[in-house]
């Protein structure tokens, strides 16, 4: 592909040279990694194919770290297709291409809600003890929420959308379908 040109519409549709379908998980990184090896061996652009129901968010801000680095340090461009379902976790992953480098396929949906967790916390022993568990979780929370805000930040650059606008949205359980997300200004094209 020469460099400055973008690739056509059948190799973003039929061509990927790193594909994610299904659950993105702490496996999901070193499988992602290798193919990202290829691509920087192959001297190519990257293509991405992207097709998730979401999963675990720090694998996600793993790979969508290594998209970043890439972009930044290979000289080449990336570009990711969202196909069907780009929910969660995947869109922390496509949010690491910038907007002209995003696309969605026609029946595409991106689900954006706020990070979930799922904890017990058990107080047991003197206060002080009981107060830094409550602190160290309350940290973690604060850190979540500022790491998922930097996330809705990035998807929305350049669109209508404002991240306090979107961040309300995904309180409730934002689902944007390809169209929409056009129409906001979020993804460069929606691909037939």
């Known amino acids: 592909m020469p460099s400055g040109q973008g690739p056509s519409q059948r190799q973003l549709l039929f061509e990927p040279n790193i594909s994610i379908n299904g659950l993105i998980n702490e496996g999901t990184v070193p499988f992602f990694l290798g193919r990202l090896q290829d691509v920087r061996d192959s001297g190519q652009d990257m293509l991405m194919e992207l097709?998730?129901?979401?999963?675990?968010?720090?694998?996600?801000?793993?790979?969508?770290?290594?998209?970043?680095?890439?972009?930044?340090?290979?000289g080449r461009n990336a570009y990711c297709v969202g196909k069907t379902n780009v929910y969660s976790a995947g869109v922390t992953v496509f949010a690491a291409?910038?907007?002209?480098?995003?696309?969605?396929?026609?029946?595409?949906?991106?689900?954006?809600?706020?990070?979930?967790?799922?904890?017990?916390?058990?107080?047991?022993g003197p206060m002080k003890s009981c107060i830094q568990i409550i602190r160290e979780q309350l940290a973690l929370l604060e850190t979540a929420e500022q790491l998922e805000k930097e996330g809705f930040t990035e998807l929305v650059a350049g669109s209508t959308l404002s991240p306090d606008e979107l961040y309300r949205r995904a309180t409730k359980n934002c689902y944007i379908h390809a169209r929409e997300a056009l129409e906001l200004g979020i993804v460069a094209g929606v691909l037939r």
């Open 51 to 74: 097709n998730t129901n979401g999963g675990d968010a720090d694998a996600a801000r793993r790979i969508a770290h290594e998209i970043r680095l890439f972009r930044r340090h290979s």
């Open 97 to 124: 291409f910038p907007k002209p480098c995003r696309f969605l396929t026609e029946d595409a949906v991106l689900l954006v809600h706020e990070r979930r967790m799922e904890t017990n916390i058990t107080l047991n």
